[in-house]
């Protein structure tokens, strides 16, 4: 297969789509960072965003893709680019809840909601002290402490199982023939990832978990697997444009066929950019190997300009990206100038603080009514009595659901989230967005939807249409929702799968002419789903068992 070919997925169809906006502030804060040539040709980079501020000369007698990587260095400082892989736009934002925030009309509404939540706990110890001359129940506190040590000395085996990536990449880039990225180097990090997952997700059931420190595994290993996945394709990606832009540097060698350097999409944006380029630097346009050159070296270099391709590939760069919470793995990421202990500990008081309360709400609220529930309905010998107790249980449970749904946002997204972007210093902190308007899907977890935008439906467009690529997605979304129920509840009955992708149907008649355009309606039946959609879900279940 000629390189041409081998290029043209990289360059056709959905340039548009894939192409993303540099954050212009940050454009303007960077500088021209050292280059230092390596012995592989390529240059020695700091991992991080420091930079002196001064360019080292190149070498007259450099190979053309250094040259290349340096006028990509400096051109990805001043302007935008549209890059051959889709990207993520990072840059310096805080959440909508934080003290900085621009959206502090929220603050009020914060503030309130967690005095409501303090007075709730105060009553219910102060019934508890009255009922029981105990402030709190324990039934649920005792699932926090089971099989604690084994909990966590089994995710650290499971967080650092994913480390063979990188020596794995490594072998996959040295190779010249069937080990390369391209050939056998997907099948088998994918066969890797497919064992890996059967692996980790079997063993809670292995040694009988409760359901709390399963969830917990459970959601771990996916974001884990997602963060292994971004890693190993995107490097591979690099890998693969690393050895065209080698083979450029002698194109008419008899191991590199005049096809390698033909310029893959000759009405694509790209070349028109790289024409650009050659006229501004008063160098012949029409030469198509100078131009692939510029693009695949561009390619090659970070958004921020300070990190290439393949000095990336360090073990303490696989660690720094597993700790910062994000789920697509870039060359480079903003930073922000210094670590705040005080904000750490605050968040992390916080996330104790949530997990309190939503023990409190649980233990109160929620598995009495189930509990109750569940004796009524063994008692019971019509189905017309059976369908009243599971409707009263179920308008007991949507105010307790709603709270735990809020709960459960804010300890993540707000604070675990918050806390490791403060411990690994990462400056974008835009983790959620204002889903409670409408936009639920794209919203309410940003991270995992540009995981799925960037290697799923980014994926399955180059090669299917729009309609097959978003089922593909709402499909793959589905099995992880499934799966996260199941390891829950321990029974696999398809609520979960169901309940996923019946939003493709929903979506389709949000965009019809009747409903599109009606926010206020279209928001009235979002919140209703979500209030009765937890209560239905966790009583159908709570009934079933």
């Not at 109160?364 to 063994?378: G, H, Q």
């Amino acid at each position: 297969m000629s390189t041409a070919t081998d290029l043209r997925p990289f360059v056709e169809d959905d340039r548009a789509r894939l192409a993303q906006r540099q954050h212009r502030k940050l454009l303007r804060a960077l500088a021209d960072g050292p280059f230092v040539p390596s012995s592989n040709g390529f240059p020695d980079v700091p991992p991080s965003g420091l930079s002196s501020g001064r360019s080292t000369p190149i070498p007259a007698d450099a190979p053309p893709s250094t040259h290349s990587i340096s006028s990509a260095r400096r051109q990805v400082r001043a302007q935008q680019r549209q890059r051959l892989f889709p990207t993520i736009e990072y840059a310096a934002r805080v959440s909508h809840f934080d003290i900085d925030s621009e959206h502090r009309d929220f603050r009020g509404f914060f503030v309130l909601f967690w005095i409501g939540l303090a007075i709730m706990v105060m009553t219910t110890m102060l019934r508890n002290i009255k009922d029981t001359g105990y402030p709190m129940r324990v039934r649920i506190w005792s699932l926090f402490t089971e099989k604690t040590w084994q909990l966590g000395l089994s995710d650290l085996a499971m967080v650092v199982s994913t480390g063979v990536t990188l020596p794995m990449h490594m072998l996959f880039r040295r190779s010249k023939g069937w080990l390369r990225w391209d050939r056998l180097g997907m099948p088998i990090q994918s066969l890797y990832q497919f064992g890996w997952l059967a692996f980790w997700i079997c063993w809670p059931f292995i040694f009988n978990w409760a359901w709390t420190a399963q969830a917990f595994f459970t959601l771990h290993t996916l974001a884990i697997l997602m963060k292994m996945h971004s890693y190993a394709f995107y490097n591979g990606h690099l890998s693969n444009t690393e050895r065209h832009l080698l083979e450029l540097d002698n194109p008419f060698s008899a191991s590199s066929p005049p096809p390698a350097y033909k310029y893959p999409s000759t009405g694509s944006s790209v070349r028109a950019k790289g024409k650009e380029r050659l006229r501004e630097k008063g160098e012949d346009e029409d030469s198509p190997i100078t131009s692939l050159r510029e693009d695949l070296a561009l390619e090659l270099t970070s958004p921020l300009g300070q990190v290439t391709y393949p000095s990336n590939l360090t073990a303490w760069n696989f660690v720094d990206y597993l700790a910062c919470p994000t789920l697509c793995y870039e060359l480079e990421y903003p930073r922000t100038e210094e670590f705040r202990w005080f904000e750490v500990a605050i968040k992390s008081l916080a996330v104790f603080g949530c997990i309190f309360l939503l023990t409190i709400i649980s233990e109160e609220y929620v598995l009495p009514v189930l509990t109750e529930s569940a004796l009524r309905l063994e008692d019971t010998t019509t189905p017309s009595e059976a369908f009243l107790i599971l409707v009263e249980s179920i308008s007991l449970l949507l105010f307790p659901f709603t709270v735990i749904m809020l709960l459960v946002f804010f300890v993540i997204f707000e604070y675990v989230l918050g806390a490791f972007a403060e411990i690994t210093c990462f400056a974008d902190r835009c983790f959620y967005s204002d889903w409670w308007k409408l936009e639920f899907s794209r919203e309410w977890n940003i991270p995992v939807h540009n995981f799925f935008r960037r290697h799923v439906y980014g994926a399955s467009r180059a090669h299917l249409s729009r309609p097959t690529a978003t089922i593909i997605t709402f499909f793959i979304s589905a099995i992880a929702h499934e799966l996260v129920m199941g390891c829950i509840t321990k029974k696999f009955r398809g609520y979960g799968f169901i309940a996923m992708m019946l939003q493709l149907p929903i979506v389709m008649v949000q965009r019809t002419k009747w409903v599109r355009g009606k926010k206020l309606f279209n928001n009235i039946c979002f919140w209703c789903s979500m209030i009765f959609g937890l209560s239905m879900v966790s009583e159908t279940r709570s009934a079933k068992s």
